[in-house]
């Protein structure tokens, strides 16, 4: 018997009587996906998911259990992010006594082999967790042919047909390239995790989270790489104070900032691929990485004939509770793009099955929700922006920044400076931002984060001890207020 649910707008109660193949039927079983499975079927749901064959490279007909972060995402790029540091920390090293080799050989093939291995078996971790949940996998592509029934095609073109009481579209969304002549020469993140050989010129569009830990990756491991964003500065809705040292600590890493720029054309030639700009600046390059954002994966599910709303972009339109204009069908994770981080879309999966079958409604909640860039070093914030507390913050804000040079740096000779910075409401102490650019931001800001959800204020930072020496002891040392944004001067 399918299970009522407990939210306002439920479907009428006639149809309890109506039996299905599954109580939840899932597309997709990328981390939000199998989160819903999973968490479902523990409530006691009989539950099925499709999900693309395996593959590194995503496209229309391939992709795998575990999703764009397992496979081509978060997991893959930190473990490339974790080879391309060495290279610098090897430099550094030298002044801490280490003898080392003026000609150190870097070996791409093998990082690539490890990094394959590792996402073969997270793969195959993901399969077993489903499987222990007694979750049944599909491998096919999955389809919506009505409110209640799914279509999933099979390797061999074959189609099965389920019916089931609700429907969770959790299919991600997938790199897109702009519309420029040669576009077909560049390549998107998927493809720059899997290259056959290391690229010694690259040339990469974007100014997001993929533009600049892919620039840091490369440029660590020796190539040479030349950044351009349509912006002043990358990272775009991001603390103005950090996009600048992350910005500036590209620069001192080697890598050629060419800012408010982008391509107009790609050619190939004998030498490489020729790269313009929009200022007529020609560039030679092995590879071409657009990081130019991502669309949801909505295209071949046949959301327009069950009448399923999508937005400008594709994006499935969902509720408070993730819920679709067609009852039956639900949606999480980057499909819906609300907010696109792999932890966010377990949130949103873990909320769909209390909501659903748990007989606890939960809302995904959306703020201070904390996040990384892993470029080299990282940023990490949670919370407002100083930007975003001056728009949103009726009374005044309090400022608190601090910037140095890390320890570790003070024996090696890097200059490269560390910041942190923390929003607080002068109204209510409360700390309402906080962000880091340094060796560790992301480790840092997890424990922050907790205190920030917590509605920690600043004289509890203030009372709380400092791990000593350490760079995480500057958030709870920072006693005077850099700047004092008055309420009177916000525009």
Known sequence: MSRKMLIDGDVDGATEDIQYDFDLFVIGAGSGGTRASRFSA??????GVCELPFHPISSEVVGGVGGTCVIRGCVPKKILVYGASFGPDIQDAREYGWQVNENIDFDWKKLLHKKTEEIVRLNGVYKRLLSNAGVKLFEGEGRIVGPNEVEVIQLDGTKLSYSAKHILIATGSRAQRPDIPGQELGITSDEALS?????KRVVILGGGYIAVEFASIWRGMGSTVNLCFRRELPLRGFDDEMRALVARNLEGRGINLHPQTTLTQLVKTEDGIKVTTDHGEELIADVVLFATGRIPNTKRLNLQSVGVEVDRIGAVKVDEYSRTNVPSIWAIGDVTNRMNLTPVALMEGTCFAKTVFGNEPSRPD???????VFCIPPLSVVGLSEEQAIEQVSGDVLVFTSTFNPMKNSISGRQEKTLMKLIVSAETDKVIGASMCGPEA??????IAVAIKCGATKAQFDSTIGIHPSSAEEFVTMRSVTRRIAAAGKL
């Not at 290259?195 to 690229?199: H, M, R, S």
């Open 366 to 372: 959306h703020s201070n929700v904390p996040c990384a």
């Open 442 to 447: 992301a480790e840092i800001m997890q424990g």
């Open 42 to 47: 523990q409530y006691g749901a009989k539950v």
């Open 195 to 199: 290259l056959d050989e290391l690229p």
